[in-house]
């Protein structure tokens, strides 16, 4: 919220400069985002009064005029402004002058005639577009009759001062207007807060004869109603001190009669509505629910269609005015109004809020009505406004006032015990701080030698218990000067989860193979199963969908980790990122129900993409190495039928027959989906699986005492052999005396008849109880040659 | 003989003389030593001496051998030594060219500040705690205390899957699992953080993203004040950015704690001197809201306010990555490109 500091002073004494307000107010409560100077750079320009004009002999868009600027002769003054008249005030630029803008008066010579200054409209003085009174936004700023000539429009604006950016919390909506912000300020500086004195001094007739009455309808969405009666009134322009303290609060000075519901809004919080009487039929208002389908058309001229969640204000046959969003266009203030009503009310936030989100309308009352407001405020506020426009002559103030609802304030009590709050604190606030803390809040406090019993005024809709109370004590006091604390209790040592250990160490294993960990968000695009080749029946297409998406392309929570690397792989490579070795760790969501009612399943995946000079056996190499750091011994067996990876070049990974994970080579029409010319090398492994399966208790077993014996066999088999069947075969023959078996060679081509492959392994033999002889190796070796005839077609290769 | 073997002897000696490499001398070795070398040639024909003779030529003969071999021994000894040196010479490396360095790869930088700041609270005596990404309208809104109207519950703010479920928009629903847990079994006091993905319905810009990450702090016990609140924070902020850092705790308003503040640190760049980074304030932006846990909180966990207290903090991990590395703009975070991955 904009504050100026000007405004405020008139409700409370400030001794410090901007700078220490601004800090002292951040560390009560009230955060100050930035001081905003209003001390423009103007110099040498001052009011000058046009005493004619005439137009240019040489140029048809211009005017030549002569202004008086109560010093020596009436200056010539070459214009292109549409907007003035003869006997106008205006602010003139002399020769010398400078703007805030960046610009340098000099004197001009305009199609041969000279022109020895400029008149100034307020974009030219640095006003911002939305604060500029619509009379002058496309030209001169016109002053008021009664404005002295020659005199510094510095002065006259009043363009100095500074207005303070305040963040309010949720809980404090009493702060968004300048009074109680000043009842802050008075309470952080220990200063003297004064609430306007309200006085209207005359009142003509009784509301009773122009108003038939108001009524509540739904009381559950309008707690009060109250409304007073203006007549006699003449809409024009609002005096210039009143323009110019709502442009510094950052409003746009509209009439007199609308800038007084907004003065007083932003002086007190209180949203106000200015119905034109003789508009409305039967000469009554009615807070009631909109019947559905019920039409109005708001000042912003738009028909609007209503339902019956929406609380409308009607007269005996239409509504008026959407209560606290936004008021009708046919009862509407005009130049024409002669007799208006003023509404004040204190309607149901919730709705508000409703109302306004249902029919995309959001208004600074709307903004205003969406937080509690205690219902005292109507009569206060309703009362300044009478005060207000009786005071700048727009009207005058019919006798009485029309109300329903609640009207009666009964303040809430609340206690607290202040050793409660300083064992909260872990401070020794004495209990004389605290009642001061809070009576200088107008927070009506005492304290009875235990507790401290607080009477909660109307506008403090926060504070509901004791821990409310302590919260203001300890701002008050100053969080900083409580002073830090150990925290006691005996010493423990923190834990994490077996599954976050293991997450961790599997990081860190991926990382020294050389693997690069990548984040990417949650949710991807339903598309995205599609482009990974994702069947239409698969249970991967269950997924759990974002009713609010940012958009279509973030609508799906994901099934999977592999169309998010594969992504991130088509980023890298369109960016020209050679080769890539990556992973990620993340969850994916299973819906238990659809439409979604039941919490999903949340399972952490482990997804690895490659791309670049690597193959399907680097990717193995890499899972086999990790899974051999958990102690986990896998097998593996082809998998043809997932279309999103390559037919022959995929493996399914088990664990005890459970399936653990798949991996391989991205099938060709993945890799052309993400128009990439790489091979792209996949995994996907069930991180809570292999926290099921790791065995990581190592014992030592002692080392071989005795040699070992290596030999060689190379064997011709058909091409579609596994060499990894072969390899199990070869240990089997006597797994007591071969220690390991390790394929070193696979040869196809000249002196290999085609559709067969030259298959070489190295077997080592040990006895580890004694030293083998040459003889008994020779003679297993022999065994493993028989086995792989007979089980494969093997031949020993010749040469 | 006698002579024969002599003569032999000094031969010998001066043919190893003239030897300077290993094939030469081993080529001396088997004319003279080998099977069918010289000296046993001498040895076989010893049968034709007399038995008085034989054992005064065998000592003779066995000397000749030792010599011989002894000698061949230095010589190889000799060579082997003369190569080395020759070696040492011819092999001079440009020790300037570059290393070939095994790649190791790299956590993501937000892992990499997620984790470090578990390890700082680990050490402090804090459990480590996960939670859902999809969390109950109760667990993340109702029993932390937010009012039925407050906005951070809008469609325009929070993301929802049901009516009453939501991506969570915090990681402080974890404090309510952990509580209600703890009451179940009987376990408080806690010290727990929690760190994670968390959602907020925000359009992608230089530092908005509809994902980002957070991390939770709660200890509930008996006798917790905010003054400990206040030394919890101080703590991890010097082990986080250093001892230089100073905090500044500025009231805020939170649902789920009451008394509520916003933390700053002093700004990272000026040390808290005031330079146009920080407007100059001296104070960078928030860090993390904090406060005493709400008495509401509590009691919706089964926990007695009158008997515990708790303090709560959260903060974005995400920001906190990005001033420790000076990453411009979040979304490099979730691009992922490789280059930016391998700087950290």
């Known amino acids: 919220m904009l504050v100026p500091i000007k405004w405020m002073k008139e409700y409370v004494d400030i001794n410090v400069d901007d700078k220490t307000l601004a800090d002292q107010l951040t560390l009560t409560g009230s955060h100050v985002d930035a001081v905003i100077d209003y001390n423009k750079e103007v110099k040498n320009v001052v009011t000058g009064k046009i005493l004619e004009i005439k137009k240019h002999p040489n140029a048809d868009k211009l005017s030549v005029t002569k202004v008086d600027i109560n010093e020596g002769e009436p200056l010539q003054i070459i214009t292109g402004a549409t907007n003035i008249k003869k006997g106008d005030i205006v602010p003139l630029a002399l020769e010398g002058a400078e703007l805030p803008i960046g610009l340098k008066i000099k004197k001009t010579n305009f199609r041969g005639l000279a022109s020895y200054g400029m008149m100034v409209s307020y974009e030219e003085l640095g006003f911002e577009d939305k604060v500029i009174p619509k009379e002058a936004k496309d030209g001169i700023i016109i002053l008021p009759k009664d404005t002295p000539l020659g005199r510094d429009i510095k002065e006259v604006l009043d363009l100095t001062g500074s207005a303070l950016e305040v963040e309010v919390t949720f809980n404090r909506p009493d702060c968004l207007n300048i009074v109680g912000m000043a009842r802050e300020t008075a309470a952080t500086l220990g200063t003297k807060f004064k609430f306007p004195e309200i006085k209207i001094t005359n009142e003509e007739g009784d509301i009773r004869d122009y108003l038939n009455g108001v009524e509540i309808e739904d009381e559950d969405l309008c707690s009060r109603f109250y409304a007073r009666v203006i007549k006699d009134i003449k809409i024009g322009p609002s005096p210039l001190w009143m323009q110019r303290t709502l442009m510094d609060a950052g409003m746009r000075p509209i009439n007199n009669i609308v800038d007084v519901t907004n003065y007083v809004m932003l002086e007190l919080g209180q949203p106000l509505h200015a119905y034109d009487l003789e508009k409305l039929e039967g000469r009554k208002l009615i807070a009631r629910r909109a019947k559905k389908g019920e039409k109005i058309t708001t000042i912003d001229e738009v028909e609007r269609t209503l339902d019956e969640d929406m609380l409308v204000i009607a007269d005996a046959v239409n509504p008026a005015c959407i209560a606290g969003v936004m008021g009708g266009y046919d009862s509407e203030i005009s130049e024409n109004t002669k007799i208006m009503v003023l509404e004040t009310a204190n309607f149901n936030p919730k709705s508000v809020r409703e109302t306004s989100k249902k029919l995309g309308l959001r208004s600074e009352a709307s903004a205003r009505n969406e937080k509690p407001m205690g219902y005292v405020m109507c009569e206060i506020a309703s009362n300044r406004a009478c005060q207000l426009i009786e005071m700048i002559g727009a009207g005058t103030v019919v006798g009485g006032y029309l109300e329903a609802g609640k009207s009666q304030y009964e303040p809430p009590v609340v206690t607290m015990r202040p050793h409660r709050a300083n064992a909260l604190l872990g401070a020794e606030i004495p209990v004389a701080h605290m009642l001061n803390s809070l009576n200088s809040l107008e927070i009506e406090s005492v304290y009875d030698g235990e507790k401290i019993t607080s009477r909660i005024p109307y506008f403090r809709t926060d504070i509901e218990q004791e821990a409310d109370l302590i919260e203001e004590v300890g701002r008050l006091y100053g969080f900083e000067n409580i002073e830090s604390k150990p925290l006691r209790g005996s010493t423990r040592v923190g834990r994490k989860s077996e599954l976050r250990m293991l997450e961790d160490e599997m990081k860190s294993i991926l990382c020294g193979m050389g693997l690069y960990e990548i984040t990417t968000y949650s949710f991807i695009s339903p598309k995205a199963y599609d482009s990974i080749c994702i069947p239409q029946d698969s249970p991967l297409r269950n997924y759990v969908k974002i009713l609010n998406p940012l958009g279509e392309d973030f609508s799906s929570m994901r099934t999977t980790l592999i169309p998010n690397m594969m992504e991130v792989v088509q980023r890298n490579s369109n960016r020209g990122v050679e080769e890539a070795k990556l992973y990620e760790v993340g969850s994916i969501f299973i819906p238990k129900d659809q439409p979604v009612r039941e919490e999903p399943i949340e399972k952490l995946k482990l997804c690895i993409g490659m791309y670049g000079n690597y193959d399907f056996f680097d990717l193995k190499g890499i899972i086999e190495g990790m899974l051999f750091r958990f102690g986990i011994k896998s097998v593996i067996k082809p998998l043809t039928e997932n279309p999103t990876f390559h037919p022959g070049r995929t493996a399914a990974l088990y664990v005890n027959e459970e399936l653990i994970g798949i991996y391989g080579e991205a099938s060709p029409q993945v890799s052309d989906n993400y128009d990439l010319d790489h091979r792209v090398y996949l995994a996907e492994l069930d991180v809570e699986k292999i926290l099921k399966y790791k065995n990581t208790e190592w014992k030592y077993e002692p080392l071989p005492k005795y040699p070992s014996m290596v030999r060689d066999i190379a064997v011709v088999v058909k091409d579609e052999v596994l060499a990894g069947e072969m390899e199990e075969a070869i240990k089997a023959v006597n797994p007591y005396l071969i220690e390991s078996v390790k394929l070193f060679d696979v040869y196809k081509g000249e002196h290999i008849e085609k559709g067969y492959k030259s298959t070489a392994f190295s077997v080592t033999y040990r006895n580890k109880e004694r030293t083998l002889k040459e003889k008994e190796v020779e003679k297993i070796h022999e065994k493993v040659l028989q086995v792989l005839e007979k089980k494969f077609g093997a031949k020993l290769r010749q040469e | ?344």
């Not at chain 2, 290393?99 to 997620?114: C, Q, S, T, Y």
């Not at chain 2, 469609?155 to 404090?175: A, C, G, K, M, N």
């Not at chain 2, 968390?198 to 004040?225: A, I």
């Open chain 2, 1 to 344: 003989m006698k002579e024969q073997l002599l003569k032999l002897k000094t031969e010998a000696l001066n043919q190893l003389k003239e030897c300077n490499n290993n094939a030469d001398i081993e080529k001396v070795r088997i004319h003279f030593l080998g099977k069918k070398g010289q000296l046993t040639a001498i040895l076989r024909s010893m049968g034709s001496l007399s038995p008085e003779e034989r054992p005064e030529i065998g000592k003779i003969a066995n000397e000749v051998r030792t010599t011989i071999e002894e000698e061949i021994q230095s010589m190889k000894e000799e060579v082997h030594r003369k190569e080395s040196v020759e070696r040492i010479k011819s092999e001079t490396l440009d020790i300037t060219m570059p290393g070939r360095i095994p790649e190791i790869g790299r956590r993501h930088p937000l892992m990499k500040v997620k984790e470090e700041l578990e390890s700082v609270f680990m050490r402090m005596g804090y459990d480590v705690i996960s939670g859902p990404e999809i969390e109950t309208v109760q667990n993340n809104f109702d029993d932390l205390n937010t009012p039925y109207d407050h906005p951070s519950r809008d469609w325009s703010d929070t993301f929802y899957i049901s009516d009453d479920l939501v991506l969570r928009t915090h990681t402080s629903p974890v404090e309510i699992r952990v509580m209600k847990e703890a009451v179940k079994a009987g376990k408080l006091p806690i010290r727990m953080v929690s760190t994670g993905r968390t959602f907020r319905f925000d359009d992608v810009d230089d530092t908005h993203s509809p994902m980002f990450h957070q991390m939770e702090c709660l200890v509930v016990d008996k006798g917790v004040t905010m003054a400990n609140l206040k030394d919890s924070i101080d703590q991890f902020v010097k082990e986080l950015f250093g001892t230089s850092v100073k905090t500044r705790f500025r009231p805020h308003n939170f649902p789920f704690t009451e008394p509520s503040a916003e933390v700053d640190v002093s700004c990272h760049i000026c040390m808290g001197k005031g330079c146009p980074a920080c407007n100059g304030t001296g104070w960078s932006m928030e860090l993390l809201g904090c406060g005493m846990t709400h008495p509401n909180v509590l009691r919706n966990c089964g926990i007695d306010p009158e008997i515990y207290s708790g303090y709560a903090f959260g903060m974005g991990i995400d920001r906190v990555a990005m001033v420790k590395y000076g990453i411009p703009n979040i979304r490099l975070l979730f691009e992922n490109d490789v280059r930016f991955l391998k700087q950290f």
